[in-house]
Nanobody
Framework: EVQLQASGGGLVQAGGSLRLSCAVYGLTFGDYAVGWFRQAPGKEREGVSCITSRDGRAYYADSVKGRFTISGDKPAERVYLQLSSLKPEDTAVYYC???????????????????WGQGTQVTVSS
C-alpha cells in the first residue's frame, strides 16, 4: 500500500522560505505523478504543484508560479516543494498526494489525489 508522509512546515515571516518534503513508501508502479495541495481555513482545497515521475515535468498553480519549486529524488522516493517569497496568503495546511497515473498532472497541472499524506502546516506572518 502506498503511504506518503509530509514534513517541513512551520512558521515563517513574509518573504521567507521553507522546504516541504514528502516521503513515499510502498510504490509498486514505475510511472506516476506526485505533488502538493493546500487548504486554508474557510477556503477550498487548491492544487499547488505536481511532477511526473517519468520525465520530471513540473506544473504549478498560477498563484505560486515563480515562487515555488517542486523536485523529486526518485531513488530516495522523496518529493520536495521549495517555498520562497512566501506571502501571508500562502498560509495553509499543505498535503502531498500521488496519482498512480501521471496523465492528470500532465493534462491539468494538478492531481486527482489517489493517495494522500497527512498535512503539514505552513504559517506565514506579515
Amino acid at each position: 500500500e502506498v503511504q506518503l508522509q509530509a514534513s517541513g512546515g512551520g512558521l515563517v515571516q513574509a518573504g521567507g522560505s521553507l522546504r516541504l518534503s514528502c516521503a513515499v513508501y510502498g510504490l509498486t508502479f514505475g510511472d506516476y505523478a506526485v505533488g502538493w495541495f493546500r487548504q486554508a481555513p474557510g477556503k477550498e482545497r487548491e492544487g499547488v504543484s505536481c511532477i511526473t515521475s517519468r520525465d520530471g515535468r513540473a506544473y504549478y498553480a498560477d498563484s505560486v508560479k515563480g515562487r515555488f519549486t517542486i523536485s523529486g529524488d526518485k531513488p530516495a522516493e522523496r518529493v520536495y516543494l521549495q517555498l520562497s517569497s512566501l506571502k501571508p496568503e500562502d498560509t495553509a495546511v499543505y498535503y502531498c498526494a500521488l496519482d498512480e497515473e501521471p496523465y492528470y498532472c500532465s493534462s491539468y497541472g494538478s492531481l486527482e489525489g489517489g493517495f494522500w499524506g497527512q498535512g503539514t502546516q505552513v504559517t506565514v506572518s506579515s
